[in-house]
């Protein structure tokens, strides 16, 4: 396994002129995505590692010194440093470990969503505590713990327009602020499904920055949005769809920087 993957990428960033060129984890993550690669196991994620961290030229001791698993997948995060920012929307199982919630536990699974290259422009920066990086985050309205419950429609409400949030399976969880990609509410339309991740602030983690740069969130979900015009208020919900009613959440979507764990 670890000499196929090293020798695939390999190949990939040679390409056309025969010269060895720059790679980050964006182009690696992305190759190994879309690969129709046998080894999508548990078996083979510890060579997977191994390989894409001697591609990246990481310190390899400090790699092989951690012990097989989460904790040597955390030190690779923590090597590679500069991520792709949407690293955190793939449909991928997470590390379940303080600071490395949004953190994928393998990049051998199928996902439509292409890693991000430009890691200058679309980059985030693994943490001891968390990943840092600027996204376009919706606030509920006075910092309220809203659950969502897949039994009733919940309906964000900004200025503008309206996003019914959707989860495939059923989930009930908390949450404050709902983040989603920078570029994606500028150009949303009716009937856009936008993925996005709900969170939670976490006003008990000891702040290193003014709130107004950068808030801090815990339990992180996965979600999608379905984009709408403003809400007619005076339409009835359809009750054989919503038999429980409709959850109206007012917010307001702006640009912030976050620290995930």
């Known amino acids: 396994m670890l000499h196929q993957v090293y020798k695939y990428l390999r190949g990939v960033v040679q390409a056309l002129n025969g010269q060895v060129q720059a790679i980050n984890i964006g182009i690696v993550a992305g190759e190994l995505r879309w ?3 046998k080894h999508r196991n548990p078996n083979g994620r510890n060579d997977e590692i191994l390989a894409v961290g001697a591609l990246l030229g990481l310190d390899m001791v400090k790699l092989l010194d951690e012990p097989e698993g989460i904790a040597r997948m955390v030190m690779f995060y923590k090597l590679v440093g500069r991520l792709y920012r949407n690293i ?3 449909e991928i199982p997470r590390l379940q470990v303080d600071g490395f919630n949004w953190a994928p536990s393998s990049f051998l699974v199928n996902d ?3 890693p991000l290259t430009n890691l200058g422009k679309h980059g985030v920066d693994c943490t001891e505590n968390g990943l840092i990086g600027t996204y376009i985050t919706f606030a509920v309205a ?5 659950l969502y419950d897949d039994a009733k429609r919940l309906t964000l409400v900004d ?4 996003f019914d949030i959707l989860v495939p399976s059923k989930k009930l969880f908390w949450f404050t602020h709902i983040i989603i990609y920078p570029t994606v509410v500028p150009e949303s339309v009716a009937g856009t499904m936008v993925i996005a991740a709900a969170v ?3 006003t008990e983690y000891p702040r290193t920055q003014d709130l107004s740069i950068q808030i801090d969130f815990v339990g992180m979900f996965q979600t999608v949005l ?6 007619n208020w005076d339409t009835p919900v359809h009750k054989d769809r919503f038999p429980n009613g409709e959850q109206l959440v007012p917010g307001k979507f702006r640009e912030l920087k976050v620290l995930l764990r």
């Open 112 to 114: 439509h969503r292409r």
């Open 159 to 162: 200025d503008e327009r309206s």
């Open 226 to 231: 379905h984009v709408g015009w403003f809400r």
């Open 88 to 90: 955190v929307f793939a």
């Open 35 to 37: 690969r129709n690669t």
């Open 200 to 202: 939670k602030e976490d």
């Open 142 to 146: 006075g910092g309220e713990e809203v």
